[in-house]
Each structure stands twice: as C-alpha cells, then as structure tokens.
C-alpha cells in the first residue's frame, strides 16, 4: 500500500526559504512507474498543482506562480520528495499536500503539511 507523509512545514517571513520533504512507502523512487506532485490549498481556494515530477526520469514541471522560486527533488536511496521554496511570499501560505498516482491513475495522497508565510 502507498503511503505519503509530509513533514516541514511552519512559518516562515516573507523573502525567505523552506523545503519540505514527503516520505513515500509502498513504490520504489527510480524504478516504478509513477508521477509524483506537490500540491496546495489556501484557505477558501480550491487545492492547486504546484509542481510534478516523473519517478522515471525525472523530467519536472512547475505551475506559473511558483516557476524559478520553487524546486522539485527526489532522494532515491531515502524514497522521499522534496519541495525547495524559496523567494516566498504571503499568497504561498497553503496547506501543502504530497501526492503520488500510479499508471493507472491511481492516486494517493499524504495528509498535508501547514505552510504560513507572514509579511
């Protein structure tokens, strides 16, 4: 069974950095057939893609707001995905949330990580 988990997360002021990492279970990192993605939801708004990168080759994609601030990773020997955030501002404030689908489009999510940039 896939399992996701967040960790990281906090405040942090305007201009200024954190990473988040998300520990996965159950698929292999360089190996299996997945797409792996970060996703957020700020309060009242609907849950947003932030960035997506492929298990196998580790091509990246980045949503327009984050594109050149934000950095997708991943640490095949620890099986964990990382989100660099840098440059962040108050409007990055989000839940934010891990999320893993399988070739079928299966997907699975963690529980999610609070992130609050103070201006």
């Known amino acids: 069974e896939v399992q996701l988990v967040e960790s990281g997360g906090g405040l942090v002021q305007a201009g200024g950095s954190l990473r988040v990492p998300c520990a996965a279970s159950g698929f292999r990192f360089g190996f299996d057939d997945y797409a792996i993605a970060w996703f957020r939801q700020a309060p009242g708004k609907e849950r947003e893609g932030v960035s997506v990168?492929?298990?196998?080759?580790?091509?990246?994609w980045y949503a327009d707001s984050v594109k050149g601030r934000f950095t997708i990773s991943t640490d095949n020997g620890k099986n964990t995905v990382y989100l660099q955030m840098n440059s962040l501002e108050p409007e990055d404030t989000a839940v934010y949330y891990c999320?893993?689908?399988?070739?079928?489009?299966?997907?699975?999510w963690g529980q999610g990580t609070q992130v609050t940039v103070s201006s």
């Open positions: 990168i492929s298990n196998k080759d580790g091509c990246a």
């Open positions: 999320n893993a689908e399988d070739w079928s489009f299966k997907a699975y």
